[in-house]
């Protein structure tokens, strides 16, 4: 595998053309290159001899001027590539940073729009929407139209909807209510007749068959109107079903709201131990510069205290030339008592000769200048020369001694400075190295930060999933609202089907006569019917407390772990509630049901039977 620098010379290499080899070409570079080698071997051959390393560098270049000049070709195309290549790296930085930052306020517009729209939605949403609003919303074009207008028109199609199936089922009842009446009314004129023309048997017998079946065509309809019932009860199975979903929806977000919480807890734990290696960084950056300045004060005092043991010794030894001037002066002191005395000498000695009279022995008289010379030396009192003698080497062992502790406070001051700089320099080396603390510091920040933000977009997911979860509780709650009015509204249809079968049922005399006594068993009392209603009743405040705890959810969404558990256990106990009703209606509806048999067995009269929705 060949590296990047290595195929760029390649490519300039096949890319550069060929030189010409016309002669006279040839010719001009042997000249100048000749002419340049023997230029350059004299001058290199004296560098190469004062400089070994010199020598090593240049014995490692190529052997000729043409490969160093390709190489340094080379290599300057390789250089202007990598500049040419680093240019489009920052360029391409620029504009990646440029594009983040428009990224980034794109999103927190975006961000600040979603909050606006949610708040006008939730402000508009509070206030009903009156049909004039709807008008001029519908009348508005399809491109017009914003989000709040979509959602105001969604709202009252579906109010216009549940609207529209209430007056159905309210003309609905009220049509059976006027059949009841007209049926009433033929009743009681079939009773008069029965009382006038008893005669007329067969024509009443033929309008009780026309009455019966027009009761079994109403059967019929009884039937669709069960079926319908089934559709509805099926409807409410799949919506329990669907609470049962949202229970445990809601379980599952208490459990991450749990999570999202432990995590906060670490992630203010990570912050907490980010801020006390802070704390250390700081703490350690303090002490180098202490360390520093102590360092900087002990070199300027030692500095000072070399100068001014300098200027100590050059008095010393200003001091040792006065003195040794003074040894000089007095040895020739010294040397000038002696040759007086031994003027003084001669001049006696001169005198006597005269005094004697006549040509003494020089021989004599210079063979004894020496000795007499040498007598006045050993003449001379000594305590001088002694006294003198002592004061100067007193002197100069006072000088060694000070000079021998300028010395040791030399070499004192000096260890002292090398020990700084060598722990200046472990702090340096310190800063500078990626094991240190202060570098561990940073990455266990930097590590934190990441988390941060990790744990940031968990928790706005987590929250994204709530509002999620709160949206189809609030359609799971307006479906049980919707299949409750259903449901009183099919139990009214039922209580008016049951009066119709008992005034249908006591129409005829005759099985009536022989009947009575079956029915009244069969028929259920009043108390049994308040006992239903008793039972619908439960069920309906079930359905509302379910309702109401919902809200109460949504309302304290902000403290989910506080709420949680209160509740689900509110959840729990509402369903066992809702269950001990629905065994309690079972057991109704089977007894409902034998006491329908006996009735089907012992009358040939066919009775609507009643409407049950199990829950």
Known sequence: METPVEQSENRLRRQRPRPSHSPGVMSTTTTTTDGLASGTEESGSSLLRQDPQLAAVLGGLPSSSKELLRRIERQQDDIRLLQEENTRLRAREVEVSALTLRLQQQFGATQSQVDRLKSQIRMELTNPITEEEYRAIESLEEGKRDLLDTVKLGIYQQLGSMRAAKDSAVQRSTEMATETTRLTRENRELQQQLKELEAAVEAERRSLRRQLQEMEQRGSGVVELEGKVRDLESRLKNAYVDQEQYLTAKLNASLKTEEVTRLGVRLREAEMEAERYKTVAECSEQKLDILKSEYYELRLKNSQRVMELEACLRGAEEKLKTLSDLELESELFVSNMAMQSEGQMMLTAAAAFTAAGGDGAPAASSSAAPLSNYESWLALPRSRKLAHTLTVTKRCLQLEN????????????????????ASLDMAREALNNSNSPFAMVERTVERLTQENEELHNKVMTLSEENTLLRQRLEQRTADVQVLCGHRKELLRIQRLLRRLGLEGKLSDPAVASCSQGPQQSSWPSQPQLQQQRDTDDALDLRFSTVRSSALRWDQTAGSPLSNSHHHASELSQ?????????????????????????????????IPQSIEIMS
Do not use: H, W
Request: overall charge positive.
């Open 402 to 421: 000070r000079l021998s502790a300028l010395q040791y406070d030399v070499e004192f001051k000096d260890k002292q400075i090398a020990r700084l700089q």
């Open 574 to 606: 509402v369903s066992k509630e809702i269950e001990a009703a629905a065994a309690a209606e079972g057991q109704q509806r089977q007894a409902r049901q034998q006491t329908q048999g006996v009735e089907k067995s012992s009358s040939g009269v066919l």
